[in-house]
T-cell receptor, first 115, second 114 residues
Framework: GDSVTQMEGPVTLSEEAFLTINCTYT??????LFWYVQYPGEGLQLLLK?????DKGSNKGFEATYRKETTSFHLEKGSVQVSDSAVYFC??????????????FGKGTSLLVTP | DAGVTQSPTHLIKTRGQQVTLRCSPK?????VSWYQQALGQGPQFIFQ???????QRGNFPDRFSGHQFPNYSSELNVNALLLGDSALYLC?????????????FGPGTRLTVL
């Protein structure tokens, strides 16, 4: 079945460092891919999405490109801030032809950015 | 524009009890999905409601049931609570009428089963 694999955390970076969080997926068909972020004690916020191969999603300095050839959707940011400390989830949607979509999440990657 | 809202924020129950959680979708959305997030894990899909019917279901026992009302709000009911049901329960809404696959999440309800 469909699945998402994320790199293990926690990831600890200094402020202004470059961030990469790896995400690979297994899916039939052509799912949309998402990154969500969860700040401590909160729900999930949509960070960015891509709906087809070679699409690049971007938001708040974060980017991810839908790579069908490598089945990947790695999250990147050129210069992280302390406020980016959170847990990041990669997800794909599973579409049941008559019943809409359901998200299939990775286990999450915790990011800690230090001053 | 109000986002997805959930109530209550926190809840403490004992084993064997029953619980009801509530969700109001984002304005303009017609589809509500429920997820369970255990500590340190990614959310797991429970089920999805559209037009007041359960349309999809994840790998959860029938102790988990739900309802959607004509105003699109939804309830999640869990019967015969187990310690393992302790988790953050997340509601997400989306717009099937507009063909969107993007789900927006509420802040969650933290359920503790003692």
């Amino acid at each position: 079945g469909d699945s998402v694999t994320q790199m293990e955390g926690p990831v600890t970076l200094s402020e202004e460092a470059f961030l990469t969080i790896n995400c690979t997926y297994t899916a039939t068909g052509y799912p949309s891919l998402f990154w969500y972020v969860q700040y401590p004690g909160e729900g999930l916020q949509l960070l960015l999405k891509a709906t087809k191969a070679d699409d690049k999603g971007s938001n708040k300095g974060f980017e991810a490109t839908y790579r069908k050839e490598t089945t990947s959707f790695h999250l990147e940011k050129g210069s992280v801030q302390v406020s980016d400390s959170a847990v990041y989830f990669c997800a794909l949607n599973r579409q049941n032809s008559n019943s809409g979509y359901a998200l299939n999440f990775g286990k999450g990657t915790s990011l800690l950015v230090t001053p | 524009d109000a986002g997805v809202t959930q109530s209550p924020t926190h809840l403490i129950k004992t084993r064997g009890q029953q619980v009801t959680l509530r969700c109001s979708p984002k304005s303009g959305h017609d589809t509500v999905s429920w997820y369970q997030q255990a500590l340190g894990q990614g959310p797991q899909f429970i089920f999805q409601y559209y037009e007041e019917e359960e349309r999809q279901r994840g790998n959860f026992p029938d102790r988990f049931s739900g309802h959607q009302f004509p105003n699109y709000s939804s309830e999640l009911n869990v019967n015969a609570l187990l310690l393992g049901d302790s988790a953050l329960y997340l509601c997400a809404s989306s717009s099937r009428a507009f063909g969107s696959d993007t789900q927006y999440f509420g802040p969650g309800t933290r359920l503790t089963v003692l």
